[in-house]
Each structure stands twice: as structure tokens, then as C-alpha cells.
């Protein structure tokens, strides 16, 4: 018996093609995950959001995921949880030291809370929950201050990369009445 | 491409052989993870926690997760989220309304944050978090009064349940010098 999260075939190609490729700066690896933010609205194949893991010193990326949670029948299927999965299944290890997750909105509350855990040093946003908030989705019950308790845990947030093209899809996807969930 | 999760065999078994099983009293479902939890550090499958989902109604028992960190490679295969993922595959939705949690150790942060989304309205706990945090287990930062602010969202959180029992399997774990990550 096992659990199995099957990544849309436009994905795959991406994850597959792409593995390696350098995006240098980190408005590149924004512009990248808001690009498939908007594929995923475009293929309809889940809601308006995704992630992707990069090495940090090399900025060569490692996987990219997008939100699953309706088509995958799994409310964990977070753009930046299937980013974690398949990263750390790709290297064999539950631990991520040294790579930077982006993500084309700041966390909710489950995916803060997998950081940790996953052993990720930094973190970029892109959209800020407000505006994910904004088109009707619910964030989650985050700690207080959590900017400053991440960055004691010595993991770097980095906010507001890109955001207007990434609230771009957001009000997209709210005017085409996507699944709100 | 897609992520796998594949269950130890006697959780495998466990899963088959045990859906649909009555579980009327709270007591009775708080024993059978503790088991779980047991089981997963005699069997050296994964960390000692378990969790399993219920319908909340009858007590029949949907799911039963561990946690599989180290061996599945994956930071997120924490016992909570595996029962969540294994009950939201077996009935082909993403919501598990009409379900209950019940878990040997109280939920991290992530597992937390996971609840809102999963549709689940009731959550059992038998350690405390502080039980994990002795034996050196991080459990992340989670909200304050984060009990009332579910109850707010009409998710139900029992605390406490079999404690004891739970407690023992910690500290087993503990003294066998299990990985603690």
C-alpha cells in the first residue's frame, strides 16, 4: 500500500527538461514559479499557485511543484509541499540543507510549518498572503512574528519578489471563478 | 513523474485487515495508535508517533498512518499526514468531513496547520508536545491559544488521552537512542 501524488505531464516535461537549469537571479526563480502558477490555471490542473526548490549557492533548480489539492484528492498537496516531496525524493534524503524554496505566495500556515522539517535555509515570496487572502483562500493560523522566529531557526524569508506578476494570476484565477477551497 | 510513499508491510496489513473496524470509545481509538506508535519503533519502521482517522459517527476506523520520515526520504511523511493522505485516497476527496484525528503525540506545527484544510473536525492528542520536546523532538511554532482558534473554526481538540501510555513509548524511544530529527 502506498500513497501516490501523480504530477500533471505538463509538469513532469518541466521537472524533468528543466532539472539543472540556472536561474541566477532570484527575480528569475520568481519569474519561473509565477510562470507555472499560470500554467496550472491555464491547464486546469489545480489552483493558482507554485513552488520550486533551487540550490542556493549554485542556483541550479532541483524540482518544481504546483498546487494539487483537488485533482490529486489530497488537502497537503501544496505547490510547496510537492516541491519539498519530490526534491527529497530526487536526493534520497528527507533533508534539504542548502537550497532556497520559492514560492509564488508567502506560506499558509501547513507549509510554514514543513520549513522546519525540511531542513530548506531560505525561503522567497512572491505574492503576500493578503492578496491570496484577498481572491477568497484562507491562509491559516500563522505564530506571530514568525518572519523573526524563522530567521533565529537561521532560515532567511525573503518577501515581495515579483508580487504584482504573481497577484496577476491570483486575479486571474478570481475572475474566472476558479475553485476556491 | 510522480511522489510514492510507500507503507512498511505490517502498516500495510494493518490498513487492510483493520478498515472499517469499530472503535467506540476515545480510549479504545487513543490505544490502538499508541500501538502503532509501538509497533513502528519495534519494528524500526519510522519515529514513535501514529495517528489514524475515524468517522466520527460510527467509530469505524478509515485510516492508520506512521511516521516515516527517514525511510521514505521525505520530511512531510509525518504520522498525522499519512493517515490524512491514505483516508483522502481511499475515499477520492481532498475533505474529510465527518472525521476524526486521533494522534499519539500532539501535532507539530505543520500537522496543525494541515487540519484546516483536511476538513477534519476532530482532533485527539494523548502526549503533549511538551512529552515530545523531552526526548528532544522539535515541534515547531505553532500560534498562540491555537486550541481556542479551532475551536473557532469548529475543529474539536481533545487533549491527554492515554497519555501515560503514550509517554511510555517516547521514552522507550528515547533510551534506545532513536534518531531524533
Not at 29 to 38: G, K, Q, T, Y
Not at 81 to 110: D, E, F, I, N, P
Not at 122 to 150: L, M
Not at 153 to 177: F, P, Q, T
Amino acid at each position: 500500500m502506498d500513497i501516490q501524488l501523480k504530477l500533471p505531464d505538463w509538469l513532469s516535461r518541466i521537472n524533468t527538461e528543466k532539472a539543472g537549469t540556472l536561474y541566477n537571479r532570484i527575480e528569475q526563480r520568481a519569474e519561473f514559479v509565477i510562470e507555472l502558477s499560470r500554467l496550472n490555471v491555464e491547464y486546469n490542473t489545480g489552483g493558482p499557485f507554485a513552488a520550486a526548490i533551487f540550490d542556493i549557492k549554485t542556483g541550479n533548480l532541483i524540482s518544481a511543484g504546483v498546487n494539487l489539492v483537488v485533482p490529486a484528492h489530497c488537502s497537503i498537496a501544496h505547490a510547496e509541499m510537492m516541491a519539498m516531496m519530490l526534491a527529497q525524493q530526487t536526493r534520497c534524503t528527507h533533508t534539504l540543507s542548502g537550497c532556497q524554496l520559492v514560492s509564488s505566495c508567502q506560506l499558509c500556515a501547513m507549509c510554514l510549518g514543513a520549513i522546519p522539517w525540511s531542513g530548506l535555509k531560505s525561503v522567497v515570496c512572491c505574492a503576500r498572503d493578503e492578496d491570496a487572502r484577498a481572491i477568497g483562500f484562507d491562509e491559516g493560523d500563522k505564530p506571530d512574528n514568525w518572519i523573526e522566529k524563522y530567521t533565529v531557526r537561521g532560515i532567511d524569508i525573503i518577501v515581495d519578489i515579483s508580487r504584482s506578476k504573481a497577484c496577476e494570476v491570483l486575479k486571474d484565477y478570481a475572475k474566472k471563478s476558479g475553485h476556491i477551497y
